[in-house]
Structures are given as structure tokens and as C-alpha cells.
């Protein structure tokens, strides 16, 4: 058998789930890049705290302080992101409805 295929028998559920953390990022910010998701919007917040959560959790196998630190980061901030569009969802008036005085009464 090769090395590598060795390898990959090897890999544990831990490292798996770090692996899928580790594309969730790729694909997120792929999308940003192609235009398909808002760099800016809940959307993305949320794919970097799940991915984050991810790699955070791999670490239970193999810990490395940098990378907790940025993964915590990236989970903290992303929170933030999240809150900030909930709370401005909820501060915005309904759009559905236009006011009284721009309907057109006739």
C-alpha cells in the first residue's frame, strides 16, 4: 500500500471534521469571490463561525494554541456579524407595506 493511502486510513473522525471546516471556508469564500454570496451578508457570517466551529473542534484531537486563538476569533467575530444583521433586521421597518403617503390613492 502507499503512504498515502495508508494515511488516509488513518485519519480520524476528528481530522474529518477539521477537513470539513476547512471546506466550508474554501467554498464560502469562493462564492464571495464569484459574486454567488455577499461578503458582507449574514449568509457568509454564518459559514465562517460554522466553519470555524469545525476546525475548533479537530483541535480537540491535536491542539495548537494559534490556531485555537484564530478559530475563537473568527467564531467571535462571526457572532458579532450575525448579530449585527439580526438586530438590523428587526430595527427596519417592513418593506412589504409602502407608507400611506407614497400609495397611489387614485
Known sequence: MSEVYQYLLSVGPLQLIGVAGFL?????FG????GRLDGNGAHYSFYNVLAASLVATSLIAEFNLAS??????WI???????????????SKPSSSVA????????
Open 24 to 28: 466550508v471556508y474554501i467554498v464560502a
Open 31 to 34: 462564492l464571495v469571490q464569484i
Open 76 to 90: 467571535l467575530i462571526g457572532l458579532i456579524g450575525i448579530s449585527r444583521h439580526v438586530l438590523t433586521k428587526r
Open 99 to 106: 407608507p400611506l403617503a407614497a400609495r397611489d390613492m387614485t
Open 68 to 73: 485555537a486563538l484564530i478559530q475563537c476569533s
